[in-house]
């Protein structure tokens, strides 16, 4: 992605298996579609090779089988989400669930994919799984992973940067998305011989290179000068 939208999206894709670990990313796809008053499609992809028991039948509703994935979906969103759930649109489709959502996003014209982690193991490693890698190794557009409880609108935001051309896209588009949010640039270093240096050598060093560093990149002409002056820089 060599040039993000200077513009909150229009349209925002909700990535969900109906699973409890993707309530928090529903919660957050729901407070920025309002703050930006985007639309909101949320879309479940049925796996035909994992889930067969759940693969699309055709058949007139009856009290014989399983409500049907977009039955079930909109009833669990209902459930969750009360009224608000009537200004959600709902796609269902079967495939490989990476590619498939792709393509929705593709086709839909979605500006931002919001989605959960697989799972947060009791030592704090996260595994975001398949599927979401997929989606931001392949995706054109910014994928968020949601991991926190959404209590209220982002407020300060740390963009991590190892001063690559990737790295200023990462802050162009954080910054093109949220602005007035308190930013602050992180770069994490490994001082060479460090334990050859006392404490304030080694302070110094980072704060040189913060210095410096940090001033180069932000001199890019593509950056904002209202992002310049917002802009807090962070070296561990």
């Not at 014989?64 to 796609?91: C, H, N, Q, Y």
């Not at 982002?154 to 200023?168: G, N």
Request: charged share 25%; proline share 6%; net charge neutral.
């Amino acid at each position: 992605m060599t040039h993000p939208r200077l513009a909150p999206p229009h349209k925002i894709l909700l990535a969900t298996d109906l699973s409890c670990r993707c309530d928090r990313a529903l919660d957050r796809a729901v407070q920025l579609a309002k703050e930006w008053q985007a639309e909101l499609i949320a879309a479940y992809v049925v796996d035909p090779d994992q889930s067969r028991q759940y693969r699309f039948d055709r058949t007139p509703a009856s009290w014989r089988r399983l409500p049907s994935p977009v039955e079930r979906m909109r009833w669990r969103l209902k459930r969750d989400l009360g009224t608000s759930a009537e200004f959600i649109r709902v796609i269902v489709e079967e495939g490989p669930p990476g590619e498939t959502l792709l393509s929705i996003a593709a086709r839909e014209g979605c500006d931002l994919i919001v989605t959960g982690i697989a799972r947060d193991e009791t030592l704090g490693r996260m595994i975001l799984g398949n599927t979401v890698n997929r989606l931001v190794r392949g995706s054109p557009v910014p994928v968020l992973i949601v991991h926190d409880r959404a209590l209220g609108a982002y407020r300060s935001i740390v963009v991590a940067t190892d001063f690559s051309e990737a790295s200023l896209q990462a802050l162009l588009t954080t910054s093109a998305l949220f602005p007035g949010r308190d930013l602050t640039l992180f770069h994490a270093y490994d001082v060479p011989f460090s334990g050859l240096l006392d404490e304030r050598d080694y302070v110094r060093n980072l704060r040189t290179m913060e210095k410096e560093l940090g001033a180069k990149f932000l001199s890019d002409e593509r950056v904002d000068t209202a992002v310049r002056a917002s802009a807090t820089l962070a070296e561990v």
